[in-house]
């Protein structure tokens, strides 16, 4: 059976903001979302051969920050939509982000709106 749905992944050492933002993504946008507390995490989970379509990247967090995680999957090959989610979306944060290889970089909290302009560049999106 094909899957048409969407899955991402979150990354964020808050687990309140990883509860809000799977839940949010579950239940606006019937997304399969799996959390982890850290980038060493997310690159560990990827390199087992876990893919997603997207990924939510957390800038700031212990053991391996979002930017460094970015940096690494992309080298690893990902192909994964990334988006950095930051406190401080303008600047440095942002341009950290897209440096080492994020789709985009939006400031914390996700809602609605900033996930709707990541899902219109998805192919398996439809509104």
């Known amino acids: ?49 876990a893919n997603f379509d997207i990924i939510f990247m957390d800038r700031e967090m212990p053991i391996m920050d979002g930017a460094e995680a970015t940096k690494q999957l992309r080298a690893m090959g990902v192909k994964s939509t990334i988006v950095g989610i930051t406190t401080r979306a303008g600047g440095e944060d942002r341009e950290e982000f897209l440096a080492a290889g994020s789709n985009h970089c939006f400031e914390k909290p996700l809602d609605r709106a900033k996930v709707e302009v990541v899902l219109r560049e998805h192919k398996k999106f439809t509104i």
């Open 1 to 49: 059976m094909a899957n048409n749905k969407i899955s991402a992944l979150i990354v964020d050492d808050d687990s309140i903001i990883r509860k809000i933002h799977k839940t949010m993504l579950e239940r606006l946008f019937n997304i399969e979302a799996e959390t982890v507390k850290d980038g060493k995490e997310a690159v560990e989970l990827c390199r087992s051969g």
